[in-house]
């Protein structure tokens, strides 16, 4: 027990002692939570549009009046001939151009029906898209207050986003980058760090000591353990008060399941380490190994369900693919246990798999 | 029963090379300071790594302190000190926090076992804060014999704990092996430096993974088969060439200040020849070296 307990403390005192390591361990997360909360996101904020208004009535200045006032868009020109669009549109700031044609408002109230012309750059087709609906809707809005609901039967969809009304787009990241870092964090951490005893020639003297080699594991694990529960509080933290992102289920489940990723990703981290003899070749496998896949079929920047068959299939082995599920479950549905026992055992079963599998690998002797 | 024993241990890492030992045995008995001497890739390191249990052998039985190598590996770990040829120790932690660590890792205290490494420790002790591996190459290998002393190991295992010291250190070292004795743990040691053969009580020369010979220092240099001689003349490459080119000459080593040959006939001296070499030169007889001895049997 002893012997545990300093081999624990000394493999925080690497860490601590490592610039390097701390920087990794602990900027990556904040850097990746920030990138991601606001720098990468799909959401339309302050989009340049211009307007050209041929009818120059009453409805038109009070639609456009609505433009303005919206957070997603900027008015940059509103006096403009339809030659100019095409101008504006090159020199790549404007991303939406409205038209109005002459008596708008005339044909508004007296057929009950107008025509605007939207027109987008559709160089970032999402873009483009996400643009023309945030433009209808606010025309929508429009069309009801200016005409009344009454005054013509149609049937309007009305549509609800439920967990995410404002379709924002941290609620997605979020959860993705708390796999992310905490899948790739923890498998490079401890899978460089087994494989620097081998290289430094330590793991010769651990070896010929009493000290139980799988002792070694455990002792390895746990400092990592205990900093990357330290890191998921950060993100949490940062998530909630710097991205005003909800978490509307129970914390200590939260907790629970991420305690459960970080084991899945020891796990695996071990298992690296237990196959490779240098820091470089560890290092490598765990990024390339890990980033990749777990970008790609974790879910959140791609959608898993738009993929070809096999890629779908394969998803399934992606630990973070699970806990992505289960964290969007749980962070931002509030749904409890019964909801996702399923992906919790599939993360179990591989975190036992891999434990398995790496205490089998793991060698007593150098050969 | 601190004593070593190997018998016919054969081990290879590629079947199409040649094997990196084979066929070696002998014994080290209770506190014997024991020397494996060999140049770089005779299977020294090989062999420490079989007796500490990190190897397999392919063949062979060896015993540590009495339990087998394969079969009670665990008690070998508990009652041996290793030092690696690599200098082993966690270069981000101090000395102290090494010795600390290795000695909890051990079951035991560095207090308990003081005594046995105050001699080396007090050299250290001035530089107890600094990191392990902002140490000099001297230092680092003191440091490093003191972990591996630490828990009082009945057998010692030094790969190359000399490599990459200087000369100063060196000597201290086998004089800090030489106490380490008194205290009765039984030492092996590596060494590609034949000068510090003498220095232990028996030797095993070993090359391309054979052990060519087993005795103390004394009788192996007794066992040197001829009568040798040590020649100096002013141009020394041109001399070892016509050396070289003379049929009386059997061998000629250039050994720094002198070269030292043995002549085909037991009885002659260099004066039988002397005439006929182009230049002046100074001859004596000499007492063969461990590396005299070394080059004849492998030359042979």
């Known amino acids: 027990m002893k012997q545990l307990f300093i081999f624990i403390k000394k493999e925080f005192k690497h860490v601590f002692r490592d610039q390097k390591t701390l920087l990794l361990l602990f900027g990556l997360p904040i850097a990746q939570i920030l990138l991601f909360g606001f720098a990468l996101t799909n959401e339309i904020k302050d989009s340049r549009i211009v307007v050209a208004d041929y009818a120059g009535d ?64 559709a160089t970032d087709p999402n873009t483009a898209t996400t643009l023309t609906n945030y433009a209808q809707a606010i025309m929508r809005d429009f069309q009801v207050s200016y005409l009344g609901t009454a005054s013509n039967l149609q049937i309007e969809v009305v549509t609800r986003n439920f967990y995410n009304p404002e379709l924002r787009g941290t609620t997605n990241f979020v959860p993705g980058v708390m796999a992310l870092v905490l899948l ?88 690296i380490s237990n196959s490779t003899n240098s820091q470089q070749e560890a290092m490598l496998i765990s990024l390339m190994g890990m980033l990749l896949p777990t970008m790609m079929f974790t879910g959140f920047i791609f959608p898993i369900e738009n993929m070809p068959v096999p890629l779908q299939v394969l998803s399934n082995i992606i630990p973070s693919k699970w806990y992505y599920i289960i964290v969007k479950d749980v962070m931002i549905k509030g749904l409890g246990f019964a909801a996702i026992w399923k992906e919790t055992l599939i993360l179990f079963g591989m975190t036992l798999f ?14 | 029963m601190n004593n070593v024993s190997l018998e016919s241990i054969a081990k290879s890492f590629d079947a199409s090379k040649p094997p990196a030992v084979k066929d070696v045995s002998f014994e080290v008995s209770d506190g014997e300071l ?39 590996y665990k008690q070998i770990r508990k009652e041996v000190g290793y030092m690696p040829g690599k200098f082993s120790l966690y270069q981000d932690l101090s000395v102290e926090e090494n010795l600390n660590f290795f000695a909890t890792l051990f079951g035991t205290t560095v207090m308990e076992n003081y005594d046995l490494i105050k001699d080396i420790y007090v050299q250290l002790e001035p530089f107890k804060t600094r990191r392990a591996g902002k140490l000099s190459g001297g230092m680092k290998q003191k440091l490093a014999l003191c972990c591996a002393l630490i828990h009082r190991p009945k057998v010692l295992f030094l790969d190359e704990p000399t490599t990459g010291v200087d000369a100063v250190s060196r000597w201290e070292f086998w004089e800090m092996l030489k106490r380490l004795k008194t205290e009765g743990i039984t030492i092996l040691v590596s060494t590609p430096y034949m000068d510090e053969a ?101 030359s042979a």
């Not at chain 1, 900027?74 to 006096?79: A, D, F, G, N, T």
Request: aromatic letters at 6%; a negative charge; charged letters at 20%.
């Open chain 1, 58 to 121: 009453g409805a038109s200045q009070q639609l456009i009046e609505r433009f303005r006032q919206n957070d997603s868009f900027v008015l940059e020109q509103s006096l403009l001939g339809a030659d100019d669009i095409d101008e504006v549109f090159k020199q790549g700031i404007v991303k939406l151009a409205v038209v109005f044609p002459e008596q708008f408002e005339k044909s508004l109230i007296h057929e009950g029906k107008a025509q605007v012309q939207l027109i987008a750059d």
């Open chain 1, 184 to 271: 790739l964090v923890c498998v490079l951490m401890t899978s460089v760090s087994i494989v620097r005893e081998k290289e430094l020639g330590t793991m010769e003297i651990l070896l010929v000591s009493p000290f139980n080699p799988l002792m070694v594991i455990l002792a390895k694990a746990v400092p990592y353990l205990i900093l990357s529960i330290i890191n998921l509080t950060v993100i949490l933290l940062l998530s909630v008060f710097l991205l005003d992102m909800p978490i509307n289920g129970s914390i200590p489940l939260l907790f629970a399941v991420s305690t459960l990723l970080i084991m899945t990703a020891l796990s695996l981290g071990l298992l």
């Open chain 1, 354 to 367: 891999l434990l398995v599998v790496s205490i089998r690998k793991f060698k007593t002797r150098l050969a």
């Open chain 2, 34 to 72: 024991f020397g494996l001497i060999g140049p770089d890739g005779a299977g020294k390191t090989t062999l420490f790594r079989i007796l500490t249990t990190l190897l397999l052998a392919d063949e062979g039985k060896a015993k540590v302190a009495g339990c087998d190598v394969v079969k009670d």
């Open chain 2, 198 to 298: 003498s220095l232990c009580e028996k030797i095993a020369l070993i090359q391309e993974g054979r052990i060519m010979s087993i005795d103390t220092p004394m009788a192996i240099t007794a066992a040197f088969p001829k009568e040798l001689f040590a020649i100096k003349a002013e141009n020394m490459s041109q001399l070892l060439n016509s050396l070289r080119d003379n049929e009386l000459v059997q061998s000629v080593n250039a050994f720094g200040e002198y070269h030292h040959i043995t002549l085909v006939k037991d009885s002659g001296t260099p004066d039988a020849f002397t005439d006929r070499l182009p230049m002046a030169i100074e001859w004596k007889t000499i007492e063969p070296t461990i590396e005299d001895c070394f080059i004849h049997m492998m």
